[in-house]
């Protein structure tokens, strides 16, 4: 007996949508060179598409809210694009943290501030997909406490309540939409800059 979860679905339609929304808008000049970085970027938005809409249900945990595990996966990505660049040609990497067209005597203190950039990316990738996903859970969460407080009070408030919890939900939707987007953005940016 064969079982078919993707056959005829709307999950398959959403999911077959959001690549094919992701690809069109998203394709860069690396990407169009070579299909598998695609792929790679591709599973990794809706990896983190997945992980932030997931961690808006109520009583469950986010994970990409977690500073250890958004610090981990974008350590990981920028180790693979700082260890193949070096492994291609280390020549092409030490030159790209000098600016074209610096004055020599800039160069080497241009060269440590670059450097200084390069380090810290991981950490400022890391940083804006656990800030803003932990502002939106903590902000949901309260609003909800506050809604069952109010249920008892005032039907009003609380159908005021409950519609505007219910808008925010969907603004922290489009929320988790735009944060997967720009972490594979950016991720496909600095595999650009060492290409």
Sequence with gaps: MKIYFFRNTRLKRVISFLLKWHYENIKSNIINSMKGRY??????FLVILGSNIWGLFPYIFGITTQMVLTFTISLVIWLGIVISS???????????????????????????????RNIIRP?????????????GHVLI??????????????????????SLIMGYLLFEVGICFIQGFVFRLLSAQYLGEHT
Excluded: D, N, W
């Design 123 to 135: 950490l400022t990738l890391a940083l804006r997909l656990s800030i803003k996903m932990t502002t």
């Design 39 to 44: 792929l790679i970027f591709s599973g990794l």
């Design 86 to 116: 070096i492994e291609f040609s280390i020549v092409g990497f030490l030159s790209h943290l000098t600016p074209q067209g610096s004055p020599k005597y800039l160069a080497p203190i241009l060269k440590l501030i670059e450097l200084v």
């Design 141 to 162: 969460s309260l609003m909800r406490t506050r809604g069952v407080l109010c249920f008892f009070s005032s039907y009003l408030l609380c159908g005021l309540l409950i």
